[in-house]
């Protein structure tokens, strides 16, 4: 079976315990206005521009056969409406500042990347972490993936958004050793404004991992969404009734933001970087109720 993938990042820290190799598969069921892996929202392959590299030569927009390449004064814009990914562009452009986003792996080929650096996950106690985008959009990609890591001995994680019904939340529950789970907003109708979906399923999600995987609720703590302190005490209460024992808090950052230019896509929230001195100050006024609430620093 094949996925479609849009990065495999070894050696990473950030992803779960110990050393993992982080998959990132393509194509995402929430639009976070604040989403820093635009390049994963969509499951199709896209163009993307390194503004740096790009010359302004024009040579991209002559050569499509589609007519999916405009400039303005702000530099030159691929319309993924009208992009089918022929490659025209990327061929002929003379300083290499573009480039496909997206590519296709078996389960096979996955597998066999991961079981690579088998000893340092047993040296460390780490494993694979299936991210994204929302690793669940390929559900049947993501299910054989973890099977046949669970096979090879690896240790198995999800980053996850948790929105998909709950039939699938308890395939993939046996099958994953450490869950990253987002709450974002314990309000339906907050949570529709900022990611264009209920949250319902999500919050059943979690409290679902909750019950049956060692499971760590993650909160990214965005500006204007829900940064005030009833918002995040809400949460924690949310968590705490879930039977949670820690929360991991992360200070919204802009970081993305170039990413968003380099695939011509508007970036709408517009908010300043929160500090993690700033998120803590306000955590410090929350009644935890027995919680370990971490505000992650990195």
């Given at each position: 079976m ?7 990042q ?5 992803d ?6 982080v998959?990132?598969?393509k194509?995402c069921?929430q639009?976070?206005l604040?989403?820093h892996n635009p ?22 927009e002559e ?7 405009s400039h303005?004064?702000a ?5 993924h ?12 452009c ?6 496909l986003?997206?590519?296709?792996k078996?389960?096979?080929e ?11 996950y047993?040296?460390?106690g ?12 390929q559900?049947?990609?993501l299910?054989q ?6 096979e ?5 994680a999800?980053e996850?958004?948790g929105?998909?019904?709950l039939?699938?939340t308890?395939?993939?529950s ?7 789970v987002?709450?974002k907003h ?8 900022f ?7 999500s919050?059943?999600?979690a ?7 060692v499971?760590?609720l ?13 918002e ?6 949310f968590?705490?009734?879930s039977?949670a024992?820690?929360?991991?808090l ?7 933001i170039?990413?968003y230019?380099?695939?011509s896509m508007p970036?709408t929230l517009?908010s300043?970087?929160?500090?993690v ?8 006024t929350?009644d ?11």
């Amino acid at each position: 079976m094949t996925g479609h993938l849009f990065n495999i990042q070894r050696f990473s820290l950030d992803d779960g315990p110990g050393i993992r190799t982080v998959v990132f598969l393509k194509g995402c069921n929430q639009v976070c206005l604040w989403c820093h892996n635009p390049e994963s929202l969509l499951p199709a392959p896209q163009v993307l521009r390194k503004d740096s590299l790009c010359t302004r030569c024009g040579r991209c927009e002559e050569v499509c056969p589609h007519g999916a390449v405009s400039h303005n004064d702000a530099g030159f814009l691929t319309d993924h409406t009208k992009c089918v990914r022929c490659g025209h562009c990327i061929d002929l452009c003379p300083s290499d500042a573009l480039m496909l986003v997206g590519y296709d792996k078996t389960v096979e080929e996955v597998v066999k990347l991961v079981c690579k650096d088998r000893d340092f996950y047993q040296r460390t106690g780490g494993g694979v972490t299936f991210s994204g985008g929302e690793p669940a959009v390929q559900s049947e990609f993501l299910l054989q993936c973890l099977e046949a890591c669970r096979e090879q001995g690896i240790q198995t994680a999800i980053e996850t958004n948790g929105n998909y019904p709950l039939e699938l939340t308890a395939r993939l529950s046996p099958l994953l050793d450490y869950v990253m789970v987002d709450v974002k907003h314990t309000d339906d109708e907050k949570h529709r404004r900022f990611t264009g979906v209920s949250n319902r399923q999500s919050l059943a999600s979690a409290q679902y991992y909750l019950a049956h995987n060692v499971t760590d609720l993650r909160v990214p703590v965005i500006p204007t969404f829900n940064d005030t302190a009833d918002e995040l005490q809400d949460i924690l209460r949310f968590a705490r009734e879930s039977g949670a024992k820690k929360v991991t808090l992360l200070p919204y950052h802009t970081f993305g933001i170039s990413k968003y230019t380099n695939l011509s896509m508007p970036y709408t929230l517009g908010s300043e970087p929160l500090s993690v001195a700033a998120v803590q100050a306000i955590v410090d006024t929350l009644d935890a109720g027995g919680l370990a609430v971490e505000v992650n620093e990195r």
